[in-house]
């Protein structure tokens, strides 16, 4: 895939090529979930949920997110009303009556994380394909203004997010699209 580069201060907008297939939501979705299935691998013991279920425990139980991404990314967007992983690391006993769900893009370090986490004896679930399957999934996101549709990824590896967001990078020069 190429990708057509937007420069908007020091942001920038990854949007297709002209001529570039276009994946469907569907497409992205299957591509995001085997993305994980491969990130998994580096943390085999890790408790999952899928985007669907979390978004069925946030009607029924005390549910709280954990985003593991870098400031920068929070400021793109976060899922509803998620807590920062230094916010829940300064306290985790303030959770514990709660299903903890750690996240990021894809679901890696979120991974990462939630293992770390298990090995300190906190039960942490990492969502599986992180805010990109969680979008894929028809999740909403938010930034300090209320819901957006925008979304944070890395490059073209990660370009998953569904039709009508606007994906966001930042820090890419250097790399070629």
Request: aromatic share 10%.
């Amino acid at each position: 895939m190429v990708a057509v580069i937007l420069v908007l201060g020091d942001l920038l907008i990854l949007q297709p090529a002209l001529g570039e297939p276009v994946l469907s939501d569907q497409q992205k979705k299957e591509l995001v979930y085997k993305m994980y299935a491969d990130y998994k691998k580096d943390f085999p013991t890790v408790k999952d949920i899928s985007p669907r279920k979390t978004m069925e425990l946030m009607n029924n139980i005390a549910v709280v997110l954990v985003d593991t991404r870098k400031p920068a990314e929070m400021e793109v967007s976060m899922l509803p009303n998620s807590v920062t992983k230094k916010k829940f690391m300064h306290n985790p006993n303030l959770y514990k009556e709660k299903t903890v769900v750690v996240y990021c893009t894809a679901g890696y370090r979120s991974g990462v994380f939630a293992r770390q986490m298990a090995e300190k004896g906190i039960t942490t679930f990492n969502l599986q394909g992180g805010i990109l399957a969680w979008t894929l999934e028809g999740g909403k996101m938010y930034d300090a203004n209320g819901e957006t549709n925008r979304i944070h990824v890395f490059g073209k590896k990660w370009n998953y997010a569904p039709d009508g967001y606007e994906v966001v990078v930042f820090g890419l020069f250097g790399m070629i699209f």
